[in-house]
């Protein structure tokens, strides 16, 4: 072969190469993103060279072009998805992402997104359509069929081998979280679809006081034990403002049944679950429906995973829900927004149930710089590095902790409404107390995974117009917090138990 020679048919694949231009951009942007390893990249580019010559065995020009800007527009559009998640989120799609697009209205939706939106989306927009467009126009300008023609057994060959090496990689592929986390949301859907729900639930012969206005909010904890709130007498000062408050009722002995979210919050927020049917139609949010409150779900946790599912499935009967997390690592001030949204609505009835991120692994993600308080050596029996930081972070988000539940408290307090805030963690958590390691492991089930705070804030008004609480001291399981809740907004239904209800008068031993 001539020099000349040569170099034309180097050009002639450079020209060609161009059309690549689409494929490169997004590889790049996943290298800088994502940090995928240089094998991954190298043979996710082998492929598409491969591919793209592979399309030009297409003999009818015009299926060829409507092929070609269909798979590329594709290609082009799921992956800048995914890269401009990857810079909202700092995480990959995930199916909790595509609850969130697609089972929350439009608006939601849109406030959702615009509270996340960086510039650095549209420069990524840009760079894409110009790269889609540039990539499109070379490779229609190319001719290469002869040349390809002579190779197809071993295009063939080499695509299949490809194929394989890269399925097993998928993971670091671009654009396919996106198409796998819709697959995992659709059958996620249909387990969804199989349960009928019913908007009130099953709930028989309701009482309540319709004429009686009232603002409710019950807020969910996270891997929050009580032995490191100083409200219940923890040394350090972790509850600064709880401690101040007014009109707060603090609860001594309260115990969760179950030291994992799921089961804890299966017991906890549904009245009767021996069958899936009854689970799913006892939930406190369906009691709220049936007294004519106005319900509200507002949520920091993903919606979609194996440790959220259920409570989400649960959260479909609230008349508005909330999702404001899509990666575990958004703090969870988040919900702020969402909750001056709810409490600004003109209802005379409104039950607002929170669920927070909590104090939950990993515990540094879980507080803003502002509050890294805590970074003495802890009070702790195991003496090592690893427990006195993890104890110092725990003890961070405790605090912060504090702060949320207090500026929700605020909030409902400022319209001056009759109100309450019952506030309560899912379980507790072991951080290097009795055991040496920080978990909430139930087969380990020690007493500070069982201990949890439960905590009634209740409004001038509402104190004005109730009985005083006396049963503070007393022990109770959360399992039992329906009643408890009915007692508190006075609802009554046949399988209400008033021995079952911590504030209740007649209320006097454990259950
Ligand atoms: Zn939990």
């Given amino acids: 072969m001539?020099?000349?020679?040569?170099?034309?048919?180097i050009k002639k694949y450079l020209i060609h190469l161009t059309g690549l231009i689409l494929p490169l951009f997004t590889l790049l942007s996943a290298q800088l993103l994502y940090?995928?390893?240089?094998?991954?990249?190298?043979?996710?580019?082998?492929?598409?060279?491969?591919?793209?010559?592979?399309?030009?065995?297409?003999?009818?020009?015009?299926?060829?072009?409507?092929?070609?800007?269909?798979?590329?527009?594709?290609?082009?559009?799921?992956?800048?998805?995914?890269?401009?998640?990857?810079?909202?989120?700092?995480?990959a799609i995930s199916e909790s992402t595509i609850y969130i697009v697609l089972e929350t209205n439009i608006s939601e939706f849109s406030e959702f997104f615009s509270s996340y939106f960086r510039d650095s989306v549209l420069v990524f927009a840009l760079l894409h359509i110009i790269s889609f467009t540039v990539g499109i126009y070379y490779s229609l300008k190319t001719n290469t069929i002869q040349i390809i023609k002579k190779s197809i057994p071993l295009i063939i060959v080499l695509f299949l081998l490809l194929f394989s090496i890269t399925y097993k990689l998928r993971s670091d592929f671009l654009p396919y979280t996106i198409y796998s986390s819709s697959i995992t949301y659709l059958q996620q859907r249909e387990a969804f679809n199989d349960i009928e729900i019913l908007k009130n639930g099953n709930f028989k012969n309701i009482e309540y006081k319709e004429e009686k206005e009232e603002i409710c909010?019950?807020?969910?904890?996270?891997?929050?034990?009580?032995?490191?709130?100083?409200?219940?007498?923890?040394?350090?000062?972790?509850?600064?403002l709880l401690s101040k408050k007014s009109g707060l009722t603090v609860f001594k002995n309260v115990k969760t049944p179950h030291t994992h979210t799921i089961p804890a919050l299966e017991d906890v927020l549904v009245l009767d679950n021996s069958n899936i049917s009854n689970k799913y139609n006892s939930t406190l949010i369906q009691l709220m429906n049936s007294a004519n409150y106005k319900t509200y779900f507002i949520s920091n946790q993903k919606p979609i995973g194996i440790y959220e599912t259920s409570i989400t499935l649960m959260s479909k009967t609230s008349d508005k829900s909330y999702f404001t997390?899509?990666?575990?690592?958004?703090?969870?001030?988040?919900?702020?927004?969402?909750?001056?949204?709810?409490?600004?609505?003109?209802?005379?009835?409104?039950?607002?149930?929170?669920?927070?991120?909590?104090?939950?692994l990993q515990y540094s993600k879980r507080y803003p710089t502002k509050f890294n308080i805590f970074k003495n050596i802890p009070r702790t029996k195991y003496k090592h590095e690893t427990a006195y930081s993890t104890i110092n972070q725990y003890d961070n988000a405790v605090l912060y902790n504090d702060f949320i539940i207090n500026t929700i408290i605020e909030k409902v307090n400022n319209y001056d409404s009759n109100s309450y805030v019952l506030y309560f963690s899912d379980h507790g958590e072991d951080v290097y107390e009795t055991i040496d390691?920080?978990?909430?492991?139930?087969s380990k089930g020690t007493a500070p995974m069982y201990n949890i705070p439960f905590i009634i804030w209740q409004s001038k008004k509402y104190i004005n117009n109730h009985k005083s609480i006396k049963n503070k001291?007393?022990?109770?399981?959360s399992k039992y917090l329906i009643h408890t809740i009915a007692d508190l907004s006075q609802i009554k239904f046949t399988k209400f138990d008033k021995n079952k209800s911590i504030i209740n008068q007649d209320y006097e031993k454990s259950n």
């Avoid at 001539?2 to 048919?9: A, E, P, Q, V």
């Avoid at 800007?69 to 290609?75: V, Y």
């Avoid at 001291?473 to 399981?477: F, G, H, I, T």
């Fill in 437 to 442: 390691e920080a978990c909430h492991t139930e």
């Fill in 217 to 240: 909010v019950v807020i969910i904890g996270e891997s929050t034990t009580r032995n490191h709130m100083s409200l219940y007498k923890y040394y350090r000062d972790t509850n600064p």
């Fill in 35 to 91: 940090n995928f390893s240089k094998r991954a990249i190298l043979i996710y580019f082998i492929v598409i060279i491969i591919v793209t010559y592979t399309l030009q065995l297409i003999r009818d020009k015009k299926f060829f072009i409507i092929y070609l800007f269909f798979t590329s527009f594709l290609i082009s559009l799921s992956s800048f998805i995914e890269i401009s998640h990857f810079i909202i989120f700092k995480d």
């Fill in 473 to 477: 001291e007393l022990p109770y399981n």
């Fill in 2 to 9: 001539g020099t000349l020679k040569f170099i034309l048919f």
């Fill in 325 to 360: 997390a899509i990666s575990d690592t958004k703090l969870y001030e988040v919900i702020l927004k969402p909750l001056d949204r709810v409490l600004a609505e003109k209802e005379k009835r409104k039950f607002i149930l929170i669920h927070l991120m909590g104090t939950h």
